[in-house]
T-cell receptor
Framework: EDQVTQSPEALRLQEGESSSLNCSYT??????LFWYRQDPGKGPEFLFT???AGEEKEKERLKATLTKKESFLHITAPKPEDSATYLC???????????????FGSGTQLTVLP | NAGVTQTPKFQVLKTGQSMTLQCAQD?????MYWYRQDPGMGLRLIYY???????DKGEVPNGYNVSRLNKREFSLRLESAAPSQTSVYFC???????????????FGDGTRLSIL
């Protein structure tokens, strides 16, 4: 069974205080790992897809990295507008090679204080 | 560009009532999905449609039915609502077929459903 665990559940930062969110996963074969941002009352908004260990992707103050067991979302010098819940999801593959459905973690609620 | 549109945005039902949640996408995507999101839990897949004319059960299908009306529209029906179905429901779509793609899914803004 695919499992995704995100930590911490909640994180409060001062504006400019860099930190990292963790997404640990257990899958039999990883097709892709996805990061989403979710604002209150909204649906998840796609940020990144990572495919293989060692891969990194950046967007503004966010950088996502991937190892064989976990992914990190690094937030550099965050601003209040970065406050949101960040979701991680994995897509694994069946033994036949076809892709399974996404398995989501429960998210990290990030609050950046001015 | 609307993306994925869900209606209604809010709904309150009594136990035993039925209703249909509507979802439409204008991105010409092949695959569509219904999830529920509950506090402290990740998004859980209820049903999905890999392509027009097909539907399959996800992780938590009991108490729900779906219809892929055409390529654009995918509806979720609660035949006899129960308090355990109180949740936020999200519809999503993806460009390519699920078995060959790791394209990202695009989400609507959800329907907040309370069942008394």
């Amino acid at each position: 069974e695919d499992q995704v665990t995100q930590s911490p559940e909640a994180l409060r930062l001062q504006e400019g205080e860099s930190s990292s969110l963790n997404c640990s996963y257990t899958v039999s074969g990883l097709r892709g790992l996805f990061w989403y941002r979710q604002d209150p009352g909204k649906g998840p908004e796609f940020l990144f897809t990572l495919y293989s260990a060692g891969e990194e992707k950046e967007k503004e103050r966010l950088k996502a990295t991937l190892t064989k067991k976990e992914s990190f979302l690094h937030i550099t010098a965050p601003k209040p507008e970065d406050s949101a819940t960040y979701l991680c999801a994995v897509q694994a593959i069946w033994e036949t090679g076809s892709a399974r459905q996404l398995t989501f973690g429960s998210g990290t609620q990030l609050t950046v204080l001015p | 560009n609307a993306g994925v549109t869900q209606t209604p945005k809010f709904q309150v039902l009594k136990t035993g009532q039925s209703m249909t949640l509507q979802c439409a996408q204008d991105m010409n995507h092949n695959s569509m999905y219904w999830y529920r999101q509950d506090p402290g839990m990740g998004l859980r897949l209820i049903y999905y449609s890999a392509s027009e004319g097909t539907t399959d059960k996800g992780e938590v299908p009991n108490g729900y039915n779906v219809s892929r009306l055409n390529k654009r529209e995918f509806s979720l029906r609660l035949e006899s609502a129960a308090p355990s179905q109180t949740s936020v429901y999200f519809c999503a779509s993806m460009r390519q077929g699920v078995t060959i793609s790791n394209q990202p899914q695009h989400f609507g803004d959800g329907t907040r459903l309370s069942i008394l």
